[in-house]
Every structure is written in structure tokens, then in C-alpha cells.
């Protein structure tokens, strides 16, 4: 199973990275984003396995495009969010870490914007 694998890198990268942070700080911050990277690189593979359920989902139901592009966008924003978030928090700069979050939700509240529009013109048109 890949969460071993995964559970394995995180735990030393952080142990590596005490160890490390008592003589070289700097060394420790590049230990803790090359560990954060490989982990990504795991989940590459989980998300290709995604796209391929999703588009055997769109074959299905018939899913307009555009909507799955949209979910597409949000899964990215919170990614990359959460993950640089959680660097610069490991960095000590946590109010850049609470400002790319709320950049983040602001983000997704945007692009989620035209899904919420067409979910209350449709509601609109089954009332009338």
C-alpha cells in the first residue's frame, strides 16, 4: 500500500529534519519541500487513476464538461493551497500561510461561482 510508503517519507523527513534543524536550519527547510514533493509525486498517480473514473463517470451520466473542468480548477487550488500553506507555516510564517488559504477559498468561491448560477437557474425554472 502506497500510505506506508508515504507515512515512511513524512516521518523521516521530519525526524531527518529535528535532527538536522539543531545545526543546519536551512538544510532542514530543503529536507522538509523535498520530502513535501516525492509525496506529491505519490498522489500524481492517485490523480491520474481520478481522471480516468471520472471520464468512465462522464460516459455515464452525461456530465456538461465544463462543470468537471470547474471541479478540475477547485481540486488544483486546494492542492497547491494546503501544500504551500503548510510550508510556510514550517517555515514560521504563518500569516503568509493564512493569507495563500484565504487567497485559496477565495479562489474556489470564485470559480465556483458559475456552477452555483446554474444550480439556482434551474431551480428558478422548476418553480416557475
Do not use: R
Amino acid at each position: 500500500m502506497d500510505i506506508w510508503k508515504v507515512a515512511a517519507i513524512g516521518l523521516a523527513a521530519v525526524f531527518l529534519g529535528i535532527f538536522i534543524k539543531q545545526t543546519k536550519p536551512e538544510y532542514s527547510m530543503l529536507l522538509i519541500v523535498g520530502s513535501g514533493l516525492l509525496i506529491l509525486y505519490y498522489g500524481a498517480g492517485k490523480i491520474t487513476y481520478l481522471a480516468q473514473s471520472v471520464k468512465e463517470l462522464q460516459s455515464l451520466v452525461s456530465i456538461d464538461p465544463v462543470y468537471l473542468k470547474i471541479l478540475w480548477k477547485m481540486i488544483c487550488i486546494t492542492y497547491v493551497g494546503q501544500f504551500t500553506s503548510a510550508i510556510c507555516k514550517d517555515a514560521g510564517y504563518s500569516a503568509v500561510a493564512s493569507q495563500i488559504e484565504l487567497f485559496g477559498k477565495l479562489s474556489i468561491l470564485v470559480i465556483s461561482m458559475p456552477v452555483l448560477l446554474a444550480l439556482l437557474k434551474t431551480v428558478q425554472e422548476f418553480l416557475s
